[in-house]
């Protein structure tokens, strides 16, 4: 797929906590390219002198009509908290699209459950996931998880498109513990799992996939420079060797990784 | 237009702006955003005899106004690339150069032997300075013995343009310039990344998986600027000069220090379309500045 | 509370937070801003036996993340500082040391033994790495020889505490280290400048009178923290550490890397109660990481 | 005089032109120290990759009933321009009042009658100087020089203290040329002349001041690191040697300067 290096144009920034922005964008001049759910934007942050490198947003909801698509940003550090100071109108230098994203498989094959668990930021890319597949004709189901109520963002847009089920370690909504702790792994059967978020939860994701015989996709999200294959930062173990997280990934068949 | 071409040794470039080792893959990475052919020449990345994994991750870390990386000529050998890379590099218009790294003299030669064979590959830089490795590498760049010995070892076997990349992480760089000079090199370029660590103190640990890596981009401009001024005043053949170049006034800097070319690493990282706004702008430069020919400006200070 | 107080030789420091030769004047001038009694200690500018009047004006260079200088030691003499600035520093509760510079091991010591006199002065700081003179300061910090040499007439005329600061234009630092170690220092202090350039490509000249500069601030703290971790591997005096230290997490990765000590350099420009911020943020690192004594970090990386 | 290191908060950015602001700050806590013409600010700019020190800027005028001051400000490199973006009710951290200012010379020494020659932005510290001595009963007369009208900055508040001339190269506003081909100089003569402003123009007046036996002062704008005292970096050549500009000037004697 083509990468561009673009201006694009900031059209809102949503606050969904203090610390979590929905970043709209837009090219003004071009129409989209098509982006996969699992692909990243690369974006120039400005006017942090702390920030050197761009940083990896992955591409969270596509508005095809609108030629728009949003980024779910949550802000840890200097480069991602000024991006929560973009205002309306401003301009973005971004990367995109870049990585391979998830696997839709063609309908014709027969139509699939997926269950599509996020934890945290980790969501940002299942929600794309979820409306592709819809899309295509499969079905998503998403497992979200957080600490508390408050971590568990965009939930509306989630059940829009799929059932949506939610665990939390307070309990404060949905089913109380981790992701994997959830009833809907003992009541029921996917075709596929995938997943991102902290790597301690792909893990047992992984894990829970691998029991069930379930092929099982992970997002990775690895440290980059270049994002375009270019400086070997990124790279993962696998078992084919060390391989770039941008352009083989950031999606992995978790079989094809060391993790024990 | 200003005439930018520019000789070093028997090769001729469009324009004096390179992309440095390691940081522009083969080239192909980069089609999407730039003209390769508008190029002077490109750089690919360190090529070792054998195939190499590198060192594991993380293999990076930013720092102020630069970063540290410590991939350790991750590559999958000479014959890997001249099977499966060259043949779709051949083509384009601009030069593509091969940086040669090794772990004996012996191995270098080797593997710039087997470059030599590529017909559309009219040079080599030699790596004697990438410090990441164990074995060769920045082992051989830091004494005049150790560079000469490698130099003399692949002039032997490597009849093209013979380009060697110097370490800065050495007192008196200029002593290892004259060294690889008086063996036979056709060109120095200069600087690799300086050796530096960054530390993550909530876990207590080094943020590189190996400790140590090398340092690049704009923080370590003002040291390779220093450095290139040093080596042109002591050497004769072309200097190449690099380290943090981000846009076309960087690049005169150089020039004006005593680079014949420039070459362009992280910055490609930054914006991968940086190379084509350094040929236009230096070009703009010149031409504001009355400046017909580059030669002009190289080594003015 | 966490306990920072430190060691270095016989000199017992309240906390392990340092100014930087020549970054905060004679510490007088910053008495508007901070409480220097708060201080480890703090080292007044590059003294030399007889006044020197520095290199011409331009002499700074703001560069990505940092600054050139070539300031060239300017200073009124030992003398005047024994006779005019002394009296001023000596009731203050921290420790102040004194810098010292010069053109011939001699010179060294006779400065030294001067400064030896002033009861109030318990440790002389000996510059062999200043890039900025033509004789003496970095051409004796860049060999095993020179550095030696200095260290040895120093030490012989001077009794008290003896920190060596080490220059980073050096192939191998930790072998300056260990000869300066031979010779009788107590401390080692890294780094001091990294010898750059910067240039004015419209006046086609260098952006300092003599050329070339020091690099300092943060672009330099990933060469500085490898340092650092070298000579604390390679030697068994403290080592204090500094280069491009702006906040508290800066110096806690000195330390971690290996040093006992940290000095402040040129933040004080940025910030010039910085110093206090630091001191105060190691102490709440301390606290909420269950750090309680500043030894049981030193050199954990 | 006792120094600061504060954060200010910004109470109004006007632009007098394009690249042009006079921005008005005040200390939200405490009273304004007092501050004398000449002296400056040390400006932490934020938000600027480029901008690693801090920015000296001469105080312009200072309304102590308000606890108000005003800096003139030149949008020259990235910087300054980063200053031009701040917003009313920002803060910004200053280390003030820095240098020695110009003398006032007591009142019962006479009346005295003053030529203050400003060029670019080097009339900031004239005004403040002019506001000073007519406060202190003495008759300050400005001379302001520029390419062309539009150079020619704050004309009300000048002529709101004193006579105020103008010279432009263009001739579009005032007598046409330099400052130093003004009439004022023919027709008129002065206890004491006062400049800043471009090298090569202060270099001139200073010609102008000693032919006609004048004292005259210029305010220097040596780069500046610390602006303390404490790098060294700023300094002059002077008859005592290499002195700094930050704590000995920016004022001097242009007699005291070595300036051929
Ligand atoms: C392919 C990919 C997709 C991503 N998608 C999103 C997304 O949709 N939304 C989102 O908010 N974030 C996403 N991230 C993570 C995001 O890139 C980082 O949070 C961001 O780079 C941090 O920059 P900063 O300057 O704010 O923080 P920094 O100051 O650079 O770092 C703050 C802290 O975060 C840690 N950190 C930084 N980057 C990473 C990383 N990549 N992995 C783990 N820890 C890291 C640092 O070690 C540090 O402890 C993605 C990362 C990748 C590689
Ligand atoms: C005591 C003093 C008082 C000053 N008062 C004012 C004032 O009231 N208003 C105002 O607008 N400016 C004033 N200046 C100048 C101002 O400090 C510089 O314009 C500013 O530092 C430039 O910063 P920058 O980042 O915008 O430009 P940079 O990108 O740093 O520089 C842009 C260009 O300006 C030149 N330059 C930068 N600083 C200076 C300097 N000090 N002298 C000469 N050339 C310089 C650079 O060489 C470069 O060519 C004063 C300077 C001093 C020392
Ligand atoms: C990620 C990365 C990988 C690099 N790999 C190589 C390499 O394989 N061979 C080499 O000679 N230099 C390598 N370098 C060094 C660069 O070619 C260049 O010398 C250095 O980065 C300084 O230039 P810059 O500041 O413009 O990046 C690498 C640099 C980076 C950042
Ligand atoms: C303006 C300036 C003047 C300096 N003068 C001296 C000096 O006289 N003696 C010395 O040993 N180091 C001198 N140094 C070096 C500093 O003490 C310090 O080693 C260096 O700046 C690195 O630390 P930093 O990055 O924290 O500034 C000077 C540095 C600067 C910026
Ligand atoms: S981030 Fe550069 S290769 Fe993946
Ligand atoms: S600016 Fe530092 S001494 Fe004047």
Known sequence: ?260 | MAQLAINIGNLSLRNPVMTASGTFGYGLEFTDFIDLNRLGAYIVKGTTLLPRQGNDYPRMAETASGMLNCVGLQNKGVDYFCKEIYPQLKDFKSHAIVNVSGSTPEDYAECAARVAELEKIPAIELNISCPNVHDGGMAFGVSCAGAASVVKAVRAAYPKTLIVKLSPNVTDISEIARAVEAEGADSVSLINTLMGMSVDIERRKSNLSIGTGGLSGPCVKPIALRMVHQVAKAVKIPVIGLGGIMNAEDAIEFIMCGATAIQVGTANFIDPAVTMKIIDGMNDWCDQHGVKNIYEIIGVI
Chains 1, 4 share one sequence.
């Open chain 1, 1 to 260: 797929m083509k990468k561009y290096v673009k201006k694009l144009c900031v059209k809102n920034v949503e606050f969904l906590r203090e610390d979590y922005i929905l970043l709209r964008l837009s090219d003004p001049h071009d129409t989209l390219p098509e982006m996969l759910p699992g692909q990243f934007v690369q974006i120039a942050v400005e006017g942090s002198p702390a920030t050197f490198l761009r940083r990896p947003i992955s591409i969270n909801f596509v508005d095809k009509e609108k030629n728009e698509f949003d980024l779910l940003i949550h802000a840890v550090g200097d480069g991602t908290r000024a991006l929560t100071r973009l205002q309306e109108g401003n301009t973005l230098s971004c990367i995109y699209p870049l990585g391979n994203g998830f696997r839709i498989p063609p309908i014709d094959e027969g139509k699939k459950k997926f269950l599509l668990v996020g934890g945290g930021v980790g969501t940002a890319p299942m929600l794309l996931y979820g409306q592709c597949l819809k899309a295509a004709g499969h079905e998503p189901t998403f497992l979200l998880g957080g600490r508390s109520r408050r971590d568990i963002l965009e939930l509306e847009r989630f059940e829009n498109i799929g059932r949506t089920f939610v665990t939390t370690e307070d309990a404060g909504m949905g089913e109380k513990g981790f992701v994997t702790h959830h009833s809907i792994w003992q009541t029921e059967t996917f075709d596929s799992v995938a997943t991102c978020g902290p790597k301690p939860m792909m893990m047992a994701v992984g894990r829970m996939a691998r029991a069930r015989q379930t092929e099982c996709f992970v997002s990775l999200e690895n440290l980059m420079a270049c994002g375009v294959g270019a400086c070997l930062c990124c790279v993962e173990k696998t078992v084919k060797g060390n391989v770039c997280v941008c352009t083989e990934g950031p999606v992995f068949n978790i079989n094809d990784l060391t993790w024990e």
